[in-house]
């Protein structure tokens, strides 16, 4: 018992120096704040380790999304692009095709197919054209405010040239619409005139200007009034350009008249000497008109004006009507220019050479140009580009277009010309110089003839333009 009490005892007195040592509150509190500390790592260390594990998965996941991603779109691309130059092979495929048929529509001459072959090759440069900008807006279109502004140039840079030629279009349209208000003001002085002339000058102009403002559907007197009309003003206009190169080059106008003249008949014993100076210093016009028309209109009669033997209108007569007038459509709405340049050995560029050669001397030009440059052009086959010989293709077109016309009617215009010395037959002839009050002065007869005349198969007549001198 006393062992037991003083074992207690000692136990007491450790318990109560420890307290006063080491007081009860900051053990508990420093145990307890240790525990929180250990705790609070250990739970940091934790949270720390699963966050980063969970960003290490996300992370993960958004890589493979990434890749997964790319891939598909890569292959996308990849197909596009291969259907894009699978398309691209095809346009040019078909473009090539059909510029081939482009190609053998000219030899021989098919206008159908040659229209059905451009229109097929432009439909395939368009369809190149579209596939063109498809893959630039596929490459250079990117997504956000940067690719919205490169597509808005794109479109621009797009429609910049068909801006353009609208633009073109329109100046065209008010330069047309300017060209018809002057027509109409010359059709009402026309329709005038015709109205103080008679019953019969209204209906000539109606007639004329209904065949010049469409297309014919068959050939008639008209249409070849309306052609000669046309074969006129062409006449003049080259006239005037040859006329004006001569004064350039410092030519003896009154010189060359004589010439003219001394080579178109048979002498000047019909026309005395102050005829022969009018023609000479104010009316030279007419005598170089005079050696143009006798020149170009030499072998009118025949069917190739004499290049060859031909004798298709007496062989076949009805089918060879057929065949000028579809050839006469054909050609009248044609450059003259170009067509030489496509087909400069075609029957109509061997009358071009073969009538510039008869009018156009070497002499002549090489005075005129300083060269023969254009006559070895010509003498080789080809056409040159030159003004002066647009000028002369005008009036050689014109001339063919009649002569088509001519052998195309049923019956045939019966061609003829005023001789030097003849009467004055104001049914058959027109002064080419205009007297005071329109009456011709019966001391008159013709000095010269200035173009031909024609007899149509309905009874008209195309007056031959004469040029009047006095007699002796």
């Known amino acids: 018992m006393a062992t037991r009490v003083s074992n207690f005892s000692d136990l007491i007195q450790r318990v109560t120096a420890s307290c006063l040592l080491h007081p009860l509150a900051n053990v508990r509190q420093d145990s307890q704040n240790v525990a929180v500390e250990e705790y609070g790592e250990q739970n940091d260390d934790d949270c720390n380790d699963s966050s980063e ?14 890749d997964n991603s790319s891939k598909v779109v890569g292959i996308e691309r990849v197909m596009e692009l291969e259907t894009t130059m699978n398309e691209v092979f095809d346009a040019v495929s078909a473009m090539k095709r059909a510029y081939v048929s482009l190609q053998e529509a000219h030899c021989p001459w098919d206008p159908e197919r040659m229209r059905v072959a451009d229109v097929a090759v432009v439909g395939e440069l368009r369809k190149i054209g579209v596939l063109r900008e498809r893959f630039k807006r596929r490459s250079f ?22 801006e353009a030629a609208v633009a073109e279009l329109k100046r065209e349209l008010k330069a047309r619409e300017v060209e018809v208000d002057n027509l109409k003001e010359k059709l009402k002085t026309v329709t005038g005139l015709n109205n103080n002339g008679g019953k019969k ?8 200007v209904n065949c010049s403002s469409q297309v014919a559907a068959a050939p008639s007197p008209d249409l070849f009034e309306v052609t000669m009309c046309q074969v006129k003003e062409s006449s003049k206009s080259f006239t005037l350009q040859l006329l004006s190169l001569m004064r350039a080059a410092h030519w003896d106008i009154a010189a060359a008249v004589r010439s003219i003249g001394a080579a178109a008949g048979n002498g000047t014993d019909t026309i005395n000497s102050s005829a022969t100076s009018v023609v000479s210093t104010h009316h030279a016009k ?38 000028c007038f579809t050839q006469y459509r054909d050609m009248k709405a044609m450059d003259p220019v170009e067509l030489l340049g496509i087909l400069p050995t075609c029957h109509f560029g061997k009358f071009c050479a073969k009538k510039y050669l008869a009018i156009v001397h070497p002499k002549m030009e090489e005075s005129l140009f300083g060269d023969l440059e254009q006559q070895r052009q010509v003498l080789a086959g080809n ?4 003004q002066f010989y647009g000028e002369f293709l005008t009036l050689a077109k014109a001339v063919w277009l009649l002569h088509l016309l001519a052998f195309s009617l049923d019956p045939a215009p019966c061609q003829f010309e005023a001789s030097r010395g003849a009467e004055f037959h104001p049914q058959y002839m027109e002064s080419v110089v205009k007297f005071s009050g329109g009456r011709v002065p019966a001391v008159q007869i013709v000095g010269f003839p200035v173009s031909p005349g024609f007899k149509l198969g309905n009874g008209s007549i195309i007056k031959a333009r004469v040029y009047l001198g006095s007699k002796t």
């Open 53 to 66: 594990e969970d960003d290490e998965e996300e992370e993960g996941t958004k890589v493979r999304g990434i």
């Open 141 to 162: 279109g990117g997504g956000g405010r940067r690719g919205d502004v490169s597509g808005g140039a794109l479109v621009r840079e797009v429609a910049a040239p068909y």
């Open 201 to 208: 000058g209204r209906s000539l102009s109606k007639r004329k």
């Open 286 to 323: 007419y005598a170089l008109e005079s050696y143009i028309s006798r020149k170009i209109f030499q072998g009118f009669d025949h069917e190739t004006f004499y290049m060859d033997g031909s004798l298709s209108s007496l062989i076949n007569p009805d089918q060879y009507r057929r065949d």
């Open 383 to 386: 056409h040159p580009r030159s």
